[in-house]
């Protein structure tokens, strides 16, 4: 899709992932299909977020005018998980 990432982080339950993920439809789309969470725009601005939850976090993909969704992503989860390592792949 665009730009992939592992974001990688101590969880003790994949429900807590799942939970934290689905804690998006505040203010975003939210579609589990298949265990991908695909995350977008309501309105305004045009991106997609894609998350899978593995042993060591997320898994993600990405697209379009991402940028603010990302620091709104980077800050809960940091808040949630504590420190999370962020890598390219």
Sequence with gaps: MGLRQAFRFHYDNPKDVETFLEGFTDS????????L???AQK????FEFEALVEDFGLRTDR???YFE?????????TGQFGSVEIEDI
Excluded: H
């Design 43 to 46: 309105e305004g601005k045009t």
């Design 69 to 77: 969704f990302v620091g709104i992503f980077v800050e809960r989860i």
């Design 63 to 65: 697209a379009g005018e």
């Design 28 to 35: 975003f789309s939210v579609k589990k299909t298949n265990g």
């Design 37 to 39: 969470y695909i995350i």
